[in-house]
Protein backbone atom coordinates (compact mmCIF):
# COMPACT_ATOMS: atom_id res chain seq x y z
CA UNK A 1 0.00 0.00 0.00
CA UNK A 2 0.81 3.43 -0.89
CA UNK A 3 1.97 5.35 1.95
CA UNK A 4 2.88 9.46 1.98
CA UNK A 5 5.52 10.62 5.02
CA UNK A 6 5.23 14.44 5.55
CA UNK A 7 8.33 15.21 7.97
CA UNK A 8 7.59 18.46 9.39
CA UNK A 9 4.85 18.52 11.68
CA UNK A 10 4.84 22.16 12.51
CA UNK A 11 6.89 24.94 11.03
CA UNK A 12 7.40 28.37 12.57
CA UNK A 13 8.68 31.22 9.96
CA UNK A 14 9.28 34.80 9.59
CA UNK A 15 7.49 36.83 7.22
CA UNK A 16 9.70 36.69 3.84
CA UNK A 17 11.61 33.48 4.96
CA UNK A 18 12.15 30.45 2.30
CA UNK A 19 9.75 27.78 2.65
CA UNK A 20 11.02 24.04 1.89
CA UNK A 21 8.22 21.75 3.12
CA UNK A 22 9.27 18.02 2.66
CA UNK A 23 7.15 14.75 0.98
CA UNK A 24 7.66 11.55 0.21
CA UNK A 25 5.80 8.63 -0.89
CA UNK A 26 6.22 4.72 -0.86
CA UNK A 27 4.78 3.39 -4.29
CA UNK A 28 7.31 2.95 -6.98
CA UNK A 29 5.06 3.06 -9.64
CA UNK A 30 3.48 5.88 -11.90
CA UNK A 31 1.86 8.40 -9.41
CA UNK A 32 0.32 11.51 -9.38
CA UNK A 33 1.23 14.28 -7.15
CA UNK A 34 -0.78 16.99 -5.25
CA UNK A 35 0.24 20.03 -2.40
CA UNK A 36 -3.40 21.05 -0.73
CA UNK A 37 -3.65 23.17 1.23
CA UNK A 38 -6.05 24.19 4.14
CA UNK A 39 -6.44 28.01 5.48
CA UNK A 40 -8.02 28.56 8.93
CA UNK A 41 -11.31 27.75 9.14
CA UNK A 42 -11.54 26.67 5.12
CA UNK A 43 -11.77 23.62 2.96
CA UNK A 44 -8.95 21.41 1.09
CA UNK A 45 -7.86 23.83 -1.83
CA UNK A 46 -5.54 22.48 -4.38
CA UNK A 47 -2.23 24.32 -4.58
CA UNK A 48 -0.80 22.52 -7.07
CA UNK A 49 -0.45 19.02 -9.05
CA UNK A 50 1.81 16.74 -11.14
CA UNK A 51 0.67 14.53 -13.50
CA UNK A 52 3.43 14.07 -16.22
CA UNK A 53 5.84 16.49 -18.14
CA UNK A 54 8.22 18.95 -16.38
CA UNK A 55 9.38 18.00 -12.62
CA UNK A 56 8.99 21.52 -11.98
CA UNK A 57 5.68 22.53 -11.01
CA UNK A 58 4.37 26.37 -10.56
CA UNK A 59 0.86 26.53 -8.70
CA UNK A 60 -0.83 29.30 -7.02
CA UNK A 61 0.36 32.31 -5.05
CA UNK A 62 4.14 31.44 -6.08
CA UNK A 63 4.36 27.84 -5.06
CA UNK A 64 6.15 25.53 -6.51
CA UNK A 65 6.97 21.48 -6.26
CA UNK A 66 10.12 19.75 -7.69
CA UNK A 67 9.37 15.94 -8.37
CA UNK A 68 12.60 14.22 -7.85
CA UNK A 69 11.70 10.24 -9.15
CA UNK A 70 14.84 8.73 -8.06
CA UNK A 71 14.16 10.33 -4.26
CA UNK A 72 10.18 9.49 -4.08
CA UNK A 73 10.07 13.12 -3.54
CA UNK A 74 7.47 16.08 -4.15
CA UNK A 75 9.02 18.94 -1.66
CA UNK A 76 6.84 22.41 -1.92
CA UNK A 77 8.73 25.57 -1.91
CA UNK A 78 8.27 29.12 -1.65
CA UNK A 79 10.83 31.99 -1.97
CA UNK A 80 8.94 34.36 0.34
CA UNK A 81 6.13 33.09 2.64
CA UNK A 82 3.85 36.19 3.98
CA UNK A 83 1.90 35.87 6.76
CA UNK A 84 -1.35 35.44 4.94
CA UNK A 85 0.48 31.89 4.33
CA UNK A 86 -0.50 30.35 7.98
CA UNK A 87 -2.35 27.52 6.92
CA UNK A 88 -2.03 23.30 7.27
CA UNK A 89 -0.23 21.97 3.81
CA UNK A 90 -0.92 17.96 3.11
CA UNK A 91 0.79 16.29 0.59
CA UNK A 92 -0.95 13.33 -1.77
CA UNK A 93 -0.94 10.71 -4.00
CA UNK A 94 -2.68 8.63 -6.07
CA UNK A 95 -1.75 5.93 -8.30
CA UNK A 96 -1.75 5.74 -12.38
CA UNK A 97 -0.71 8.55 -15.41
CA UNK A 98 -2.94 10.94 -17.11
CA UNK A 99 -4.45 12.26 -13.64
CA UNK A 100 -6.36 8.95 -13.44
CA UNK A 101 -9.16 9.66 -11.32
CA UNK A 102 -8.61 7.61 -8.02
CA UNK A 103 -8.11 7.36 -4.63
CA UNK A 104 -5.99 10.16 -2.75
CA UNK A 105 -3.41 9.30 -0.02
CA UNK A 106 -2.32 12.07 2.33
CA UNK A 107 0.54 12.45 4.65
CA UNK A 108 -0.70 13.70 8.21
CA UNK A 109 0.42 17.48 7.20
CA UNK A 110 2.60 20.27 8.46
CA UNK A 111 0.97 23.25 10.09
CA UNK A 112 3.42 26.54 9.04
CA UNK A 113 2.89 29.46 11.39
CA UNK A 114 3.75 32.71 9.71
CA UNK A 115 4.82 35.33 12.46
CA UNK A 116 4.68 39.18 10.87
CA UNK B 1 -23.37 25.96 -7.15
CA UNK B 2 -19.60 26.50 -7.43
CA UNK B 3 -18.40 24.16 -5.10
CA UNK B 4 -18.54 20.48 -3.36
CA UNK B 5 -21.28 21.62 -0.71
CA UNK B 6 -21.93 19.12 2.67
CA UNK B 7 -24.53 18.98 5.07
CA UNK B 8 -24.58 19.57 8.10
CA UNK B 9 -21.20 21.42 8.48
CA UNK B 10 -21.44 19.48 12.45
CA UNK B 11 -23.57 17.24 13.98
CA UNK B 12 -23.68 15.71 17.68
CA UNK B 13 -24.64 11.90 18.42
CA UNK B 14 -24.97 10.61 21.39
CA UNK B 15 -23.27 6.51 21.10
CA UNK B 16 -25.76 4.51 19.49
CA UNK B 17 -27.31 6.22 17.25
CA UNK B 18 -27.50 6.80 13.07
CA UNK B 19 -26.08 9.55 11.49
CA UNK B 20 -26.69 10.63 7.69
CA UNK B 21 -24.26 12.99 5.79
CA UNK B 22 -24.72 14.41 2.78
CA UNK B 23 -22.96 15.60 -0.26
CA UNK B 24 -23.55 17.56 -3.13
CA UNK B 25 -20.75 17.44 -5.88
CA UNK B 26 -19.95 19.85 -8.23
CA UNK B 27 -22.34 19.73 -11.29
CA UNK B 28 -21.77 17.44 -13.96
CA UNK B 29 -18.47 15.40 -11.89
CA UNK B 30 -18.65 11.75 -12.53
CA UNK B 31 -16.72 11.13 -9.21
CA UNK B 32 -17.26 11.02 -5.83
CA UNK B 33 -15.49 10.68 -2.62
CA UNK B 34 -15.54 10.30 0.86
CA UNK B 35 -12.80 10.34 3.15
CA UNK B 36 -12.60 10.34 6.90
CA UNK B 37 -10.24 12.98 8.89
CA UNK B 38 -9.39 12.47 12.42
CA UNK B 39 -7.36 15.07 14.33
CA UNK B 40 -4.30 15.68 13.55
CA UNK B 41 -4.32 13.31 10.52
CA UNK B 42 -4.53 13.93 6.48
CA UNK B 43 -7.94 12.62 5.09
CA UNK B 44 -8.48 8.58 4.32
CA UNK B 45 -9.91 7.00 1.81
CA UNK B 46 -13.30 5.53 2.42
CA UNK B 47 -15.00 4.89 -0.57
CA UNK B 48 -15.53 6.31 -4.33
CA UNK B 49 -18.59 6.22 -6.89
CA UNK B 50 -18.17 6.47 -10.46
CA UNK B 51 -21.80 8.23 -11.25
CA UNK B 52 -24.26 5.85 -9.09
CA UNK B 53 -21.63 2.44 -8.85
CA UNK B 54 -19.48 2.20 -5.73
CA UNK B 55 -16.57 1.11 -7.50
CA UNK B 56 -14.19 0.78 -4.31
CA UNK B 57 -15.34 0.86 -0.33
CA UNK B 58 -12.27 -0.67 0.70
CA UNK B 59 -11.96 1.43 3.26
CA UNK B 60 -15.06 1.63 5.12
CA UNK B 61 -13.81 0.69 9.03
CA UNK B 62 -17.01 -1.54 9.05
CA UNK B 63 -20.24 -2.80 8.41
CA UNK B 64 -21.68 0.68 10.15
CA UNK B 65 -20.65 2.48 7.32
CA UNK B 66 -22.57 2.81 4.08
CA UNK B 67 -22.42 4.93 1.47
CA UNK B 68 -25.00 5.83 -1.69
CA UNK B 69 -25.47 7.66 -4.46
CA UNK B 70 -28.59 6.83 -5.69
CA UNK B 71 -28.86 8.93 -9.17
CA UNK B 72 -25.38 9.28 -9.75
CA UNK B 73 -25.23 13.08 -7.96
CA UNK B 74 -26.19 13.57 -5.03
CA UNK B 75 -24.56 11.12 -2.47
CA UNK B 76 -25.06 10.03 1.80
CA UNK B 77 -22.77 8.57 4.27
CA UNK B 78 -24.64 6.83 6.41
CA UNK B 79 -22.84 6.01 9.81
CA UNK B 80 -24.93 3.20 11.85
CA UNK B 81 -24.85 2.65 15.72
CA UNK B 82 -22.22 5.39 15.90
CA UNK B 83 -19.34 4.99 18.53
CA UNK B 84 -16.88 7.81 19.96
CA UNK B 85 -14.07 6.41 17.62
CA UNK B 86 -16.11 7.56 14.80
CA UNK B 87 -15.41 11.41 15.96
CA UNK B 88 -14.02 12.75 13.18
CA UNK B 89 -14.16 15.62 9.91
CA UNK B 90 -15.84 13.78 6.92
CA UNK B 91 -14.96 15.15 3.57
CA UNK B 92 -16.38 14.60 0.16
CA UNK B 93 -14.85 15.26 -3.33
CA UNK B 94 -15.69 15.15 -6.19
CA UNK B 95 -14.18 15.30 -10.19
CA UNK B 96 -14.41 15.24 -13.81
CA UNK B 97 -13.79 11.99 -15.32
CA UNK B 98 -9.90 12.28 -15.05
CA UNK B 99 -8.91 14.87 -12.65
CA UNK B 100 -8.02 16.96 -9.78
CA UNK B 101 -10.74 15.98 -6.99
CA UNK B 102 -12.79 19.32 -5.26
CA UNK B 103 -13.34 19.33 -1.42
CA UNK B 104 -16.42 19.92 0.08
CA UNK B 105 -16.13 22.12 3.60
CA UNK B 106 -16.64 18.51 5.40
CA UNK B 107 -18.87 17.72 8.32
CA UNK B 108 -17.58 17.68 11.56
CA UNK B 109 -18.76 14.71 13.82
CA UNK B 110 -18.79 14.50 17.20
CA UNK B 111 -19.93 11.17 18.77
CA UNK B 112 -20.53 11.50 23.14
Known amino acids: AQSVSQHNHHVILSEAASLELGCNYS??????LFWYVQYPGQHLQLLLK??????LVKGIKGFEAEFIKSKFSFNLRKPSVQWSDTAEYFC??????????????FGKGTLLTVNP | GAGVSQSPRYKVAKRGQDVALRCDPI?????LFWYQQALGQGPEFLTY????????KSGLPSDRFFAERPEGSVSTLKIQRTQQEDSAVYLC??????????FGPGTRLTVL
Open chain 2, 93 to 102: ASSAHAGTQY
Open chain 1, 27 to 32: YGGTVN
Open chain 1, 50 to 55: YFSGDP
Open chain 1, 92 to 105: AVNEGSGGSNYKLT
Open chain 2, 27 to 31: SGHVS
Open chain 2, 49 to 56: FQNEAQLD
